[in-house]
Every structure is written in structure tokens, then in C-alpha cells.
DNA sequence: GGGAAAATGAAAACGATTGTCAAAACGCGT
DNA sequence: ACGCGTTTTGACAATCGTTTTCATTTTCCC
């Protein structure tokens, strides 16, 4: 829709890892946008939305964000150095949260995973 | 050792599921408790770094706290109603996660999982 | 071009969490 | 029981990410 939204999708298209919206913000100023915080948001959070990226909370509570090559459910294994992530699945992992998940009497299920690591590149430094 | 913080502990431990520190603090209080929302604070990050409660974070940014039955890696199946938990353990999982995580060249592989549902005594309501 | 509707952004509001600092509780040797 | 140095506590202010407000600007459609 608008052109600030298509501005925030490029801006993370464009980076390896999780971003944050104040990361996103700060990227964007640097490289002579006008965008404000505000828009960086509301366009992160629409986007988030329709799926189009993938969303997780850090330890310390603050929301980051990632463009996904696929919609469809599945995982991430991210660098906890430089946050690049690579995009993984594990139907093992579906099968058990749904199987442990009616066992125990819940309907509904869904289930969260991320597994975290320090890549290849970053372990050499 | 403070009391301030056995009190704080038992609070958890009389809980059945994730409580925010405002809850806590909301809980103390409501009981006749004069404690302070900075100790209530202050104890939950105490009891989490000495691995005696779990924490995690809510999808809106908000850190959960509870007190668990062993101190033992494990996973939690959560009401997304009534936000019971139960602990639930997933030997499959554990061996996924290092090894998709060794696999890309990851060291130092660690994980968080949470499995979300919504427990039979809701589901019934 | 004109006007309604949507988008934008600066600033204020908000809510969870953390820092500050003086008062209170505690430990302990006497 | 009595100081006295150390630790803990809690009211309050500060911080930080995020959301809301609202007036202005842009977009869209006729």
C-alpha cells in the first residue's frame, strides 16, 4: 500500500539478521530518509501482521524483526553475536508440540521455538 | 536469605501458572503484604539467576516468572486462558536443536521452546 | 481541481523495569 | 540489651521501548 511501508519492508529485506524498529529507524535516518519512528512501527507492526515478517522479543523484552523467504510456519537459528539468521524446520518438532500438546488435554496448540548459537564466522573472531 | 524474598518465592510457589511481577506485587499487596514493587523486583531477578524460577516473555514484552519443580532444563505446555502451566519434557527436541544448530556451523547451541494451548477446564467453559 | 479518507510524524502518554538514596532491619561482637 | 557497620528495603524518579493523540500532509477518486 503506502510507500513508507514498502521503505521499512526494503529496509529489512536488505539486512541479514533480526532488526529492531529503533534499528530499523536508525538505519533508515542514516541513509537520508524522513521517515519517523512512529511510521517505522505502525509499518513494522502491519507487516507483522499479514505475515509478511516474523516477530520475536529478546530477553530484555524489546520486539525485533525479520523478512521471511516463506510464510509458512517454521523456525530460526540465530547468531546471538551478529543475529543472522537462517531459516530452519523440523517436523519432528511440530509433530511432538501437538502430540505433548493433546496428551495433556489442550486443544489449540501452537507452540515457539528458536534455537540460538554463535555462527561459524563470528566463533572464529 | 532475606525474608523479603522467601516471601516472594512462596507467592510463585503458591501459584499454579506464569505471574508477572505486577502480579505478584498485586498478589503481596491484596494479602496485607507492605512490600514494595522494587523488591518484588529485585527478589524475581535473584530467584531467576539461581535457576529457582523460569522466566519468559509474553508477546507483549511483559517477563512471566515460575517457580518450577526441578531446576532441570525443561519445556512448559501454557493455558493461553488461565496460563497454568505444566512441565513437559522433549528428549526429541533437545537432540533437533543441537544438531540443525551443528549442522549450519553454530557452536554453543541453546534453545527456548513453548508450547501454547488451551487447557481442558477452559476449553469447556 | 476539490474534498473525503488514509498516511504521516512530532510530541505526549504509557507501562514495565531499573536506578537512586535515605530510612529501616539485621548481624554480631561486646 | 547496645552499638555499629552492612545489607535490605521501598518510595520516588528516571529510563526505555512502544503506543496514542492530533494536527498536517498526501493520496485517491470523482
Chains 1, 2 share one sequence.
Not at 526494503?10 to 521517515?35: H, M, N, P, V
Request: glycine content about 8%; charged content about 20%.
Amino acid at each position: 500500500m503506502s510507500t513508507r511501508r514498502e521503505t521499512v519492508r526494503q529496509a529489512l529485506t536488505g539486512s541479514t539478521g533480526f532488526r529492531s524498529a529503533q534499528d530499523l529507524y536508525a538505519d533508515l535516518r542514516a541513509e537520508g530518509s524522513k521517515i519517523g519512528l512512529t511510521t517505522v512501527y505502525r509499518a513494522l507492526q502491519a507487516l507483522s501482521e499479514t505475515g509478511e515478517v516474523d516477530v520475536l522479543r529478546t530477553n530484555e523484552g524489546e520486539a525485533v524483526y525479520r523478512a521471511c523467504d516463506t510464510e509458512q510456519h517454521h523456525h530460526h537459528l540465530v547468531c546471538r553475536v551478529c543475529s543472522t539468521a537462517v531459516e530452519i524446520e523440523g517436523p519432528a518438532v511440530e509433530a511432538w508440540a501437538t502430540e505433548v500438546g493433546t496428551r495433556y488435554g489442550f486443544t489449540g496448540v501452537t507452540h515457539t521455538v528458536e534455537v540460538f548459537g554463535t555462527c561459524a564466522s563470528c566463533a572464529s573472531r
